[in-house]
């Protein structure tokens, strides 16, 4: 065969590959998008991060019969997941995870007012950033993600007391706890907590993770799973749910 004798399956592989290369994150978000006229310039909104738009739309489609409630679901979840599918395949970063998930509140926060019934949380979770670590943008962005997946958060805050964590969780009976740790010399705060859970009787998974933890490092505590990314803080949740226990959870997460 020739350089002119191609096989056409060969260029058309190529042709793909480019294409592929060349898609921007707006071109990859809008394959994801529902095909719904009402539901569709919701999801956008939402990956775009803009509030106003994602009221406006919610507005039309509970004005054309939507059910506000289900809007959560049906609308908001859904262009929250095209956000967080992109950023798990890494075309999209935190920033743009950030303000979805802002729009993507304020969008709840809208339903729930035109709501005669208010929705029904899936369960509580308490995040705190570890004792003497003042850096908390994880924490907030997971705080965000669970919000926006439909679970209730007690968000402790930065720089959280050992004490105060589990006098939180003690009070709130929650189904998980998250810590988050950018500084190595505050992630041991965790195993104290883990500690300190066990002692009062409390076997929930405590979903750790932040810039200076690792998977080996979260292993070496029994409450512990390790959270490679702020995403998984739902998709850990979400497991619990379906009936996932530490070493389910476990198993699942620790892929690192």
Known sequence: MTSLDVDPSEILERYNVKMEKAMTPDDAAAELYPKDDLIRPIAEAIYEGEEDDTVEGLQKAIDAGKDPIALIDDALMVGMGVVTKLYDEGIIFLPNVMM???????????????????????????CHVAEGDVHDIGKSIVSALLRANGF???????????DEVIEAVKKEKPMMVTGTA??????????????????????IPYQCGGGAVNQDFVSTYELGVYGEEAAD??????????????????EQFHQH
């Not at 209730?152 to 050992?162: S, T």
């Not at 705060?189 to 500690?195: E, L, Q, R």
């Not at 803080?233 to 476990?250: F, Q, R, S, T, V």
């Open 100 to 126: 979805s998930a802002d729009a993507m509140l304020d969008g709840i926060d809208f339903c729930k007012s035109q709501a005669k019934e208010a929705p029904v949380s899936k369960g509580k979770i308490v």
């Open 152 to 162: 209730d958060v007690v968000d402790l805050g930065r720089d959280v007391p050992v």
């Open 233 to 250: 803080a739902p998709k850990m949740a979400e497991a619990i749910l379906a009936g996932a226990d530490l070493g389910k959870l476990k």
């Open 182 to 203: 950018l500084m190595t010399t505050t992630m041991y705060a965790f195993k104290a907590v883990n500690d300190r859970l066990l002692e009062a009787g409390i076997k």
